[in-house]
């Protein structure tokens, strides 16, 4: 009988430790404190649904900044060059409103400009302060990890951040967005970030459903299922990004030293004219030519990677630079997608397009200093007789920039 009673006690024991030890696994599993395979977990067997659902990250399609049909602005040598320019500028400005961005509820001008942005610029941020809260999240947890970001592998954890806005009807839409816009709106205020290929940078989203309770978990970083990482093309490890941001930053300081007691506009001619002497258009759209690696150190480039190069040094000379984007019609009368930069002075912005200061020279067409600071410090008046800006950094994110002086500095 004794035998017996211990015996059922020390069954009682086990079962219960046995219970106690499923408890803990349980809720270990369950709150994704440790990763169990399917096979092996508990909870997936109460869950009707365990989802993985990835998007990659865009970037302004090639064909966007110049599209190998309509070249950027050639200068030829022919007397009638400026007689067929004039035709062909004739109503530019106009035809760029209706043909880019015709209004459909007949806005005027006036309503247009209100659009403008008004508050105070942080011209090192200046694409943050337009995101979404949502957005925001993103652009910072990455911005936090940089040193992480070069590695190529680092993925941000939002953990169950956006659950309440995926079960939103358009929850989807809406982080799809954000996860665009904030991945794009980083490297366009953080130029220095070149070693970072956003079309390789994905969002995945673990759906799982439990007792008809649906959770959503999400991580931005790299794809979950090829481990590719999102490094851009030509760096394969931190070492190499390393030794990348090592060779542009030599460029930048050896830069900022020929700045050193020079005012403001001279600093701003010294970039310019560096980027035109040693920078050749690249028409074949090369690796590293849309960001300021392939620049700087390959010295070929189109309009994005020079728009960025400017940013870059500027904003180490803290004088305020941003990155604009928008549609431009280049001398052969042809519409094209364009990246340029909005310089700060004087409590006045004013555009600068160093791509268009450096024309392609055909056959014996010399450049002379009217065509080399064509576009250098413009106001509106000039500007936007063949420049049209959208904001698009990324398709339909249409951020807003700020006024420029209509008189050229």
Known sequence: MKKAINFLINFICVLCALIVLATVYFCLDAFGIIKVPPKYSIVSRFYSEIE??????????????I????PKRIVKRAKSEEEEKEKKDVNLAEELRENINPSENGDSEEGQDEEK????INAKRFYYDQLNDY????????????????????????GLEFNDLLHQDDGRQVLDDAFQF???????????????????????TEIRTLFNKTSYKVTVG???????????DGLNSEDDVNEAIDKVKEVKERLLSECQDKDTIDQIKTIHDYLIDNVEYDS???????????????GKSVCEGYARSVKYILDDLDIPCIISCGIGRNRNGDTESHAWNYIYINDTWYALDVTWDDPIIIGNGKVTNDIRYAYFLKGSD????????DGNIVDNSNFKYPEISREDY
């Open 52 to 65: 993985e659902i990835i998007a990659s990250g865009e970037v302004l399609n090639p064909d966007r900044i």
């Open 67 to 70: 599209d190998e049909n309509t």
């Open 117 to 120: 942005i008004e508050y105070e």
């Open 135 to 158: 957005a925001k999240k993103i652009y910072d947890e990455l911005n936090d990890h940089l040193d992480e970001l070069k590695t190529g592998t680092y993925s941000a954890d939002f």
């Open 182 to 204: 904030s991945i794009n709106a980083l490297t366009f205020d953080h130029p220095d970030l070149f070693y970072i290929d956003v079309t390789k940078i994905y969002l995945s």
């Open 222 to 232: 790299q794809n979950i299922e090829t481990r590719q990482k999102y490094l851009a």
């Open 284 to 298: 074949n759209n090369g690796r590293n030519v849309y960001n300021v690696y392939g620049t700087l150190i390959d």
């Open 382 to 389: 000039k500007f936007f007789e063949n420049h049209f800006e």
